[in-house]
């Protein structure tokens, strides 16, 4: 593979098959992924925060 080649996004979640589950199993997927959901978002913020306090100590260099 050559270096000016596009790299492919990695799949971050497997996804399942879902017509062998019942509503009870969906339910919890659901659950699942909404817990992931929760903690992404978490992440998020947290990263936001950081920024902002980097941003109010230094300014806003480098930005347009």
Same mark, same amino acid.
């Given at each position: 593979?050559?270096?000016?080649?596009?790299?492919r996004? &990695?799949?971050?979640?497997?996804?399942?098959?879902? *017509?062998?589950?019942?509503? %009870? +199993?969906?339910?919890?997927?659901?659950?699942?992924?909404?817990?992931?959901?929760?903690? &992404?978002?978490?992440?998020?913020a947290r990263?936001h *925060?950081?920024?902002?306090? %980097? +941003?109010?100590?230094?300014g806003?260099?480098?930005?347009?």
């Amino acid at each position: 593979m050559q270096d000016d080649e596009p790299t492919r996004p &990695v799949p971050r979640l497997s996804k399942p098959v879902l *017509d062998p589950l019942g509503v %009870a +199993e969906l339910r919890e997927y659901i659950a699942e992924l909404q817990g992931e959901i929760a903690r &992404v978002e978490q992440a998020i913020a947290r990263k936001h *925060d950081h920024r902002s306090a %980097a +941003e109010s100590v230094f300014g806003n260099l480098g930005r347009s």
